[in-house]
C-alpha cells in the first residue's frame, strides 16, 4: 500500500505559476507509476499529467502540453507537477495517483490509490 498526500494548491492569478507536491509513504515509491489528475466544478475528473517508475517518460494532456511538467524524486518519495501561465480554467482539485504496475497513462480503474486532493484556484 502507498499513501499520498498532495500539497501546494492555492489562490493564484492567471499567468501565475504554482507546484504542486505529491509526498508517498508506505511503499517504494518507485515500484510506483504515477499520475495527475483534476476536478473541476461540475466536470468530471480528467487527467493531466503521467510519469513513468524512472521518471523518464512523461505523459501530457492536451490542454496542458508545454506548461505543465511532471517530474518525480524517487529519494524523496515526491512526485511534482509544475504549472505555469495558468488559466482560469486551470481552477479545479488536483489530485494524484500510484499504480503499482507502473501504468502512467489517464485509465483511472488502474490507479489504485488516490490522495485526498489539493485545491487549485486561478482567478483573473
Known amino acids: 500500500q502507498v499513501q499520498l498526500v498532495e500539497s501546494g494548491g492555492g489562490l493564484v492569478q492567471a499567468g501565475d505559476s504554482l507546484t504542486l507536491s505529491c509526498a508517498a509513504s508506505?511503499?517504494?515509491?518507485?515500484?510506483?507509476?504515477m499520475g495527475w489528475f483534476r476536478q473541476a466544478p461540475g466536470k468530471q475528473r480528467e487527467g493531466v499529467a503521467g510519469i513513468t517508475r524512472s521518471g523518464q517518460t512523461t505523459l501530457y494532456a492536451d490542454s496542458v502540453r508545454g506548461r505543465f511538467i511532471v517530474s518525480r524524486d524517487n529519494a524523496k518519495n515526491t512526485v511534482y507537477l509544475r504549472m505555469r501561465s495558468l488559466k482560469l480554467e486551470d481552477t479545479a482539485v488536483y489530485y494524484c495517483?500510484?499504480?503499482?504496475?507502473?501504468?502512467?497513462?489517464?485509465?483511472?480503474?488502474?490507479?489504485?490509490?488516490w490522495g485526498q486532493g489539493t485545491q487549485v484556484t486561478v482567478s483573473s
Open positions: 508506505g511503499s517504494t515509491f518507485s515500484d510506483f507509476g
Open positions: 495517483a500510484a499504480d503499482a504496475d507502473g501504468g502512467f497513462y489517464f485509465n483511472e480503474p488502474m490507479y489504485e490509490y
